[in-house]
T-cell receptor, first 114, second 111 residues
Framework: GAGVSQSPSNKVTEKGKDVELRCDPISGHTALYWYRQSLGQGLEFLIYFQGNSAPDKSGLPSDRFSAERTGGSVSTLTIQRTQQEDSAVYLC????????????FGDGTRLSIL | GENVEQHPSTLSVQEGDSAVIKCTYSDSASNYFPWYKQELGKRPQLIIDIRSNVGEKKDQRIAVTLNKTAKHFSLHITETQPEDSAVYFCAADNTGNQFYFGTGTSLTVIP
């Protein structure tokens, strides 16, 4: 398909474990965003990648969170030593160029920490 | 950072009536204001956006207005239909990459 693809769609893990979430943006889209959406809340900005530029990590809530984007395409969001408050839906979005609002969202990864 | 507030949190209207959702923002440097629609269990969809060099933008039954002086912007949906029922989010940005979202408005259109 031509949309933003995220995996896994659901992840249940025990507190303290590490998790890795994957985002495959639309081909050719240079901008990639990660957001977090808690139940009944808006979207919380986490990190932004633009081409080969250094990412904007200012939204990451703690040093347990990190993300990378290899080759300007696929991105991985890693959460180490997960806590219950990390439970949320993690959404990835991509846009064709910088300065555009997140245009195309994936279906998200629903993360549940037991 | 930017703080975006959105009202109301829930809104019910009769089919055919208009719906208005309002957002305020705190950072006067913000210059780009997109709106998203999220149906239950689905991904957010960008439905319309406005930049600070215009005061109003329309797309069929949807319009957005922006008041830079007052730092607020609104989404107007006219002739509402049941398929307009969803959660709507506003957002504001001043950097080109940090879009701060409101907490959402759950709109129900009653047939």
């Amino acid at each position: 398909g031509a949309g933003v693809s995220q995996s896994p769609s659901n992840k249940v893990t025990e507190k303290g474990k590490d998790v890795e979430l994957r985002c495959d943006p639309i081909s050719g889209h240079t901008a990639l965003y990660w957001y977090r959406q808690s139940l009944g809340q808006g979207l919380e900005f986490l990190i932004y990648f633009q081409g080969n530029s250094a990412p904007d990590k200012s939204g990451l809530p703690s040093d347990r969170f990190s993300a990378e984007r290899t080759g300007g395409s696929v991105s991985t969001l890693t959460i180490q030593r997960t806590q219950q408050e990390d439970s949320a839906v993690y959404l990835c979005a991509s846009s064709l160029v910088r300065g555009q609002a997140p245009q195309h969202f994936g279906d998200g990864t629903r993360l549940s920490i037991l | 950072g930017e703080n975006v507030e959105q009202h109301p949190s829930t809104l019910s209207v009769q089919e055919g009536d208009s719906a208005v959702i309002k957002c305020t923002y705190s950072d006067s440097a913000s210059n780009y204001f997109p709106w998203y629609k999220q149906e239950l269990g689905k991904r957010p969809q960008l439905i319309i956006d406005i930049r600070s060099n215009v005061g109003e933008k329309k797309d069929q039954r949807i319009a957005v207005t922006l008041n830079k002086t007052a730092k607020h912007f609104s989404l107007h949906i006219t002739e509402t239909q049941p398929e307009d029922s969803a959660v709507y989010f506003c957002a504001a940005d001043n950097t080109g990459n940090q879009f701060y979202f409101g907490t959402g408005t759950s709109l129900t259109v009653i047939p």
